[in-house]
């Protein structure tokens, strides 16, 4: 008998350890996002471009798998079609305006400042919904906005050539996009689609915007040929996109959403250092602390909603 408990407690150990490491891998990977897009920026590709390139790859990929694996792509009725298409909309729009907030200000504080799009979900439910009007919700309210002022007023912030006002309202932007998009996936219970048909209708249709976005407003696609333009690409839409989708959906299965979205702390983390690193950016103590701030909000407000479940 403590032979079979033995090993039930390896297996239970090695499931929350492999959940542990694609919860960082998944977090860490899209801490590359704007690493790969300023780089494609600086080559001369619009933003439309480097949008429509991430998303067709990622699509493209996902397309492949589900063929590989014979899963259906089809949507089966009026009700999801409307779904996918507003929510890739609203995804749409929180990729274009964080690629604006990379480009006017440190990438770590816009990817910061999207990053608390949990409190944000909190805060539209409270007043739209009037649900969960909890002291934690408050406090986790009230340090997010002490974060991002401290941001907003840091020398860290401006980077050369940027807007630094344009860079944290679209920052702001693609934080409430990015938080409406959940919202509208819950209560339209769109998360009950299928999630490879989910996922793969969702690139679809944002790469689709963005290359006809390219073709209106830049007159075409701009064509990429040299090789480090192209691996850039890849790292976009393979590595911070595709790995990080598959590596999450792979966590939460293992250790559940709570302690995945907690570890996702690492995909602001990740692109602060690496902005630190290759992009020459620099902190202060008030960046820090405002970073600081913003994870501790979201950290809460993640760990009070399972309190809430249990």
């Known amino acids: 008998m403590s032979h079979i408990l033995d090993h039930h407690e390896k297996k239970r150990r090695r499931i929350t350890i492999n959940g542990l490491f ?3 891998v998944s977090s860490a990977s899209f801490g590359f996002s704007p690493l790969f897009s300023l780089a494609l920026i600086a080559a001369g590709l619009s ?8 998303w067709l790859i990622a699509a493209t990929v996902l397309v492949i798998y589900a063929v590989c694996k014979k899963k259906s792509l089809k949507l089966n009725s009026i009700d999801e079609v ?45 007043i739209i919904y009037g649900e969960d009007r909890s002291w934690v919700n408050v406090l986790a309210i009230i340090l997010s906005i002490v974060g991002v002022y401290l941001m907003a007023n840091s020398d860290a912030a401006v980077v050369t050539g940027g807007n630094t006002r344009l860079g944290l309202t679209c920052s702001l932007i693609s934080a409430f ?39 209106i407003f830049e007159g075409q696609i701009t064509i990429v040929k040299d090789l480090k333009s192209w691996l850039n ?18 966590a939460v299965r293992r250790i559940g959403p709570t302690l995945t ?13 690496l902005g630190v690193i290759f992009l020459d950016e620099h902190l202060g ?21 399972k309190q809430k479940r249990l």
């Open 22 to 24: 694609y919860a960082a």
């Open 47 to 54: 933003h439309f471009d480097v949008l429509s390139y991430r």
């Open 82 to 126: 409307w779904k996918v298409v507003l929510l890739s909309a609203l995804r749409s729009i929180t990729s274009i305006t964080l690629l604006i907030g990379y480009a006017n200000i440190a990438s770590g504080i816009a990817a910061t400042i999207n990053f608390m799009y949990p409190v944000i979900v909190a805060l539209c439910m409270m």
């Open 177 to 215: 996009s990015f938080a409406a998009y959940y919202i509208v996936m819950k209560k339209s219970k769109a998360d009950k689609i299928e999630a490879v048909k989910f996922t793969t209708w969702i690139m679809l249709l944002s790469a689709a915007y963005f290359i006809v976005c390219a073709i």
């Open 233 to 250: 690409i890849l790292g976009l839409g393979l590595w911070a996109t595709m790995v990080s989708n598959f590596t999450g959906v792979k």
């Open 261 to 273: 979205s907690i570890l996702g702390a690492l995909q602001p983390l990740t692109a602060v250092i």
């Open 285 to 305: 103590i008030s960046t820090i602390t405002g970073i600081s701030l913003i994870l501790i909000a979201v950290t809460m407000i993640v760990l009070h909603q």
